[in-house]
């Protein structure tokens, strides 16, 4: 009788709900929850824990993977950090000093983009006292492409990595970013990107668990079975002598996916380093959020549904089979699989309508299931545990924040395959859209 009236009230709602559940044909509840396997955290945590288990078992039978980790630790070569920016005073200079000094065989190139503040001033003050470092100034903004390309016809090193101009990098990065290089068919690497202002607010933080699994562990299962298709444009390497047989970058927005595509079908491996790591601003309004992310998901349609559609063409003389299952897996994936979602939440609203909020329910409880799984495999790719075990408030709030990505996912996707919306993406300055090609 002294129970609080809440208390009561979530009682009984569990207990209504474990009874529906009871009643329920485990048929018809197999073809439910089904569905689940439209979203990417399900087929994900399914997919890493074998992974996680096949790697421990090779580990535990003869120490495989610390051979070689130790023998993919000596490759030295040249090394240009290119960064370009845009208006970044307030963080080019903490940027450039986490970078310098941080391996041997180093330059660095900035090149500011028509900045309008004091990031010039702020590269020169730092060129004082560092050595090796070179400006290069316009007057007016062209665009990350063009100046990524500016920069690479003034590099000599062997190596390039791109750096965003708001980032910061571990002491260890180079080191472990350019390893996978000593391999002459690896074309590019893909470092791990972290969240530096994590403690901002609740959403940096779901996007900081977000980033630890997605590109922490989800580009190191890609590159293994030779599906990864993007280096994060805020930290990757690439060898220069592959940027220059492909004539450097290309324009428009998701330039970073669009240079991998290319090595790619010019018989490129591309390769992660999860132990490189490199720590960046994302977005703190839920508005930055929807429009970066639309910027993002567009680039199934832009990139392998028109502009690279030929590597599915399996008559061509070019045909590779790496690239064909990329593709096949960014179609089905990317697009099938969002359509799909859609369809089948519309399916579960009309056809059972009436118990939708214990179906709503089911559907959460199994999401939390496999984001637990996906959580504790992720502390197998982990360098800092302790850093992560501090994620798991997130962990409940997962699914619902997948539900949001979903949304947006199709809202990019439609707008973009009826109204081809990356052509007036600002990313990109007019002048140059309006000289570009649009895919």
């Known amino acids: 009788a002294d129970r609080p009236l809440s208390m009561i009230w979530w009682d009984t709602m569990l207990n209504e709900w474990i009874y529906w ?53 000596t490759y030295c070569p040249s090394v240009c950090v ?51 470092v070179l400006l290069l100034s316009r007057p007016e903004r062209s665009g990350k492409t063009s100046g990524l390309n500016w920069g690479l016809h003034h590099a000599t090193a062997d190596v390039i990595v791109t750096v965003d101009a708001d980032c910061r990098i571990a002491p260890d990065a ?39 699994q997605t590109i922490l562990v989800g580009r190191a299962l890609q590159s293994r079975f030779h599906l990864l298709g993007i280096v994060s444009g805020a930290f990757g390497a690439f060898r220069r002598d592959a940027l220059n047989q492909i004539r450097g970058w290309d324009v428009g927005p998701g330039e970073d996916g669009d240079v991998v595509l290319r090595l790619r ?75 799909a979602f859609w369809a089948y939440s519309a399916w579960l609203v009309i056809n059972h309508f009436d118990e939708l909020g ?39 709030l997962m699914p619902l924040y997948h539900m949001f990505l979903k949304a947006v996912d199709l809202f990019a996707l439609t707008e973009e395959f009826f109204f081809r919306a990356s052509g007036h993406d600002d990313f990109v300055p007019e002048k140059v859209r309006l000289a570009t090609w649009r895919w």
């Open 265 to 339: 079908r010019s018989g490129y491996a591309i390769s992660s380093a999860p132990g490189a790591e490199c720590l960046t601003n994302t977005p703190e309004s839920v508005k930055a959020l929807v429009r970066q992310r639309r910027r993002w998901d567009r680039t199934v349609v832009t990139f392998e549904a028109r502009k690279y559609v030929s590597t599915a063409c399996f008559w061509s003389r070019s045909f590779r089979a790496p690239d064909f299952l990329h593709t096949l897996e960014r179609w089905f994936f990317n697009i099938f699989c969002v359509f």
């Open 174 to 212: 180079i080191r472990e970013i350019v390893q996978p290089l000593q391999d002459p068919l690896v074309g590019a690497v893909s470092g791990t990107v972290r969240v530096w202002n994590q403690d901002a607010n609740l959403l940096t933080q779901i996007q900081a668990y977000e980033y630890r």
């Open 358 to 396: 214990s179906l709503v329910l089911l559907l959460y409880v199994c999401q939390l299931v496999f984001e637990l799984v996906q959580y504790t495999c992720l502390f197998w790719f982990s360098r800092s545990p302790a850093r992560d075990l501090c994620l798991i408030p997130i962990v409940p």
């Open 21 to 73: 559940l009871t009643t329920k044909n485990p048929h018809d509840l197999a073809w439910i929850l089904a569905g689940l396997f439209l979203i990417d955290g399900p087929r994900y945590a399914i997919f890493t824990a074998l992974i996680v288990q096949w790697d421990a078992v090779k580990e535990l039978a003869s120490l495989w993977h610390a051979e070689l980790d130790n023998s993919k630790s």
């Open 82 to 132: 290119l960064l370009v920016g845009h208006n970044e005073s307030d963080t080019i200079y903490s940027t450039l000093d986490s970078i310098w000094g941080s391996w041997p065989k180093l330059e660095i190139i900035v090149v500011d983009d028509g900045s309008t503040d004091e990031m010039a001033a702020q590269v020169r003050f730092f060129q004082r006292t560092h050595a090796k």
